[in-house]
């Protein structure tokens, strides 16, 4: 995880850093800091906290220059402190370095160090790539960049800059950094949002790769120092991208923006001949699906096995991406695997990606984020259009998750040869017209939330297409309110977790009229029987629901393939309102990071 970003130019580098710093804020925010380069050396400020922190620390005044790098922290090695922020320099403060992702091998490396007189401050892994460019620095930083990379085990973004050097040198492995080239400047960054309004060219470095970054212009080279091709891309996303259009929170606003982001999903793949995608491989003679993903990713990923089993018959298994690519699992070169991923740099689902191809099997990515490690090592596959998603609770990428798989599916199905249902392929263009009457929840939920903001417990029930919703409700609960919460299958609460049940355990039900409901709706009187509170979701008036339930919560009636989306809409807004209502930092939980570039 971790933020990084440099700027070199003719610009006082603090402000743009800073600015930088809070795009990149979602991948992690315990701590931050900057280093400003000018001709009496380097300035470094460190805060502990937020980046508002940073920008409000009075030593900030005095930091002047026009070659600078910073970094906002996701603490792996190393309690959050001012110490362990970064940048992290050498034994004389003459380098600083900010790094993201983890050298594994960093306490070998520190004992020799050490051995030969080096001084440690932090208790960072970083530390160590300080030090080790210390040891080689002659006065060319990327002749003793290239001396360290070998020595590092694991992975990194890096950026450099020194007292004496008027360049900035950066390095990939296995952490994403793209390098923005300006007019008389230049810029690099995690993530491309951090360089919207700065510059409208952009390379995506690849892994092992370096680069030397002078403010009017810049080298790319391999590991072993040679120059390497690179291809420019346009910067496209917008300012209007990253603001919060009036919304109090990020997440709110991308709650509200899943009509359109689940358009933009469907848009030029759904006709009347049924569905287009462009995916570069045979899927007619696919035995197998397996489907990967963490966290919401991996709750879009049940879904999709319920959706492509029903619409295709071919078996799907789902993993945690963790898991896969561990496990000894057979995997042949008739399976298709499928990484989902909003960020498209979590490390495990990007290394089970790695170990699928490597068995052959045929790989697709289901990503938002363009170009992202996850979409260029899949090569092929669906990108969501849903826009940057900065609120670290996943929201409307999980619906455009779920809208692509279903793209998928029907996908699959009609290169089998097999029939479309015309009356599904129509609800599916619709699909937007149905999130906008499911956020007319809203004013009702947020009531709802009012009623049950204190409850110490949750649980969270579904069936069928609607049990990964259960999941999904229980996991941005517990995220961002810190309300313990439990998602199970509806049928699954009889056989344990019913003990929980008293009249202080809340209990909400997604309960659509599908051939589930019946059944359902005993597991709901099980529950009352008991004393639990039920809150039901649900697509129709039935006065044998509205006499059992507490509360109920109306959402549209959809073909059942479609529930999950317009079901997860009052789950969402329901974290959100519990959330901000205990005056929490809804779009920043704490302990979390919306990129996971770690183990
Ligand atoms: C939850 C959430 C996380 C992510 C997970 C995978 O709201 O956002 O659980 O879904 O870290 O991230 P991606 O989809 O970027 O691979």
Redesign the pocket.
């Known amino acids: 995880m971790c933020g990084i970003i440099g700027f070199i130019g003719e610009k006082e580098a603090k402000n743009l850093l800073v600015e930088g710093l809070k795009r990149l804020e979602y991948r992690g925010y315990d701590s931050s800091g900057i280093c400003v380069k000018n001709d009496l050396g380097l300035s470094i400020v460190k805060n502990l906290g937020k980046i508002d922190q940073l920008e409000k620390d009075s030593r900030l005044s005095s930091v002047r220059g026009k070659i600078g790098i910073a970094h906002t922290r996701w603490a792996t090695h190393g309690e959050p402190s001012e110490v362990n922020a970064h940048p992290h320099c050498d034994c004389k403060n003459e380098l600083a370095v900010v790094h993201n992702g983890i050298i594994e091998n960093y306490s070998s490396l520190k004992k020799i160090l050490e051995k030969e007189g080096h001084k440690f401050k932090s208790k960072t892994d970083s530390e160590v790539i300080a030090h080790l460019l210390e040891k080689f620095y002659k006065g060319n930083l990327a002749e003793a960049l290239l001396k360290v990379l070998p020595l590092l085990e694991g992975t990194y973004g890096l950026a450099v800059i020194a007292e004496k050097s008027g360049e900035i040198v950066v390095a990939k492995k296995g952490s994403p950094l793209v390098l923005g080239i300006g007019n008389g400047d230049m810029f690099f960054a995690s993530d491309q949002t951090a360089l919207i309004n700065h510059v409208n060219k952009i390379i995506y470095l690849n892994d092992n790769e370096i680069a030397v970054l002078r403010k009017d212009n810049f080298e790319i080279k391999n590991i072993n120092g040679k120059n390497v091709n690179y291809e420019i891309e346009e910067l496209k996303l917008g300012a209007e991208s990253i603001e919060k259009n009036g919304f109090e929170h990020y997440m709110l606003k991308e709650i509200f923006e899943q009509p359109k982001s689940v358009k933009s999903a469907l848009t030029g793949r759904l006709n009347k001949d049924g569905v287009k995608l462009s995916i570069n491989i045979n899927l007619k003679k696919i035995e197998r699906v397996i489907l990967l ?5 991996w709750h879009s990923a049940l879904i999709g096995k319920y959706v492509i089993e029903e619409l295709t018959n071919i078996p799907v298994e789902v993993d945690y991406a963790s898991e896969f690519r561990y496990r000894n699992t057979p995997i042949r070169d008739s399976d298709l695997v499928v990484a ?7 490390a495990d ?1 990007l290394a089970a990606i790695k170990k699928a191809k490597e068995c052959n099997a045929k790989t697709i990515g289901i990503v938002n984020a363009v170009s992202s490690s996850i979409a260029r090592e899949c090569g092929t596959g669906i990108y969501l259009h849903a826009g940057p998603e900065i609120g ?3 929201t409307k ?1 999980f619906t455009s998750q779920i809208t692509a798989l279903i793209l998928l599916a029907l996908y699959i199905r009609k290169e089998r040869g097999m029939e479309l249902d015309n009356d599904l392929l129509k609800e599916i263009a619709s699909l937007p017209q149905k999130l906008i009457l499911s956020l007319e929840s809203c004013d009702e939920v947020e009531e709802l939330a009012k009623k049950f903001k204190d409850s110490k417990n949750f649980i969270f029930l579904g069936r069928g297409f609607n049990f990964p919703i259960a999941l999904e409700g229980a ?2 609960l517990k ?1 961002i309110s810190y309300i313990h919460a439990e998602g199970y299958p509806s049928a699954e609460m009889k056989h344990g977790p019913i003990a929980l049940i008293d009249e202080n355990m809340p209990c909400l039900f997604i309960c659509p009229h599908d051939h589930t409901y019946d059944k359902v709706l005993s597991n709901i009187e099980e529950v009352k029987a008991r004393k639990g509170k039920i809150i039901a979701i649900t697509d129709k008036t039935d006065d044998k629901l509205s006499s059992i339930a507490d509360e109920i919560i109306y959402v549209p009636a959809v073909h059942p393939i479609l529930s999950p989306l317009v079901n997860v809409i009052p789950l969402q807004l329901f974290a959100y309102f519990v959330a901000n209502m205990k005056g929490l930092d809804v779009d920043k939980p704490r302990n979390l990071a ?3 570039t770690v183990e």
Not at 340 to 346: C, L, N, P, V
């Open positions: 993903g963490c966290g919401t990713s989902i991923s909003q960020s498209g740099e979590t689902t670290v609770a996943s990428a996991l941005k995220e919306k990129s996971v």
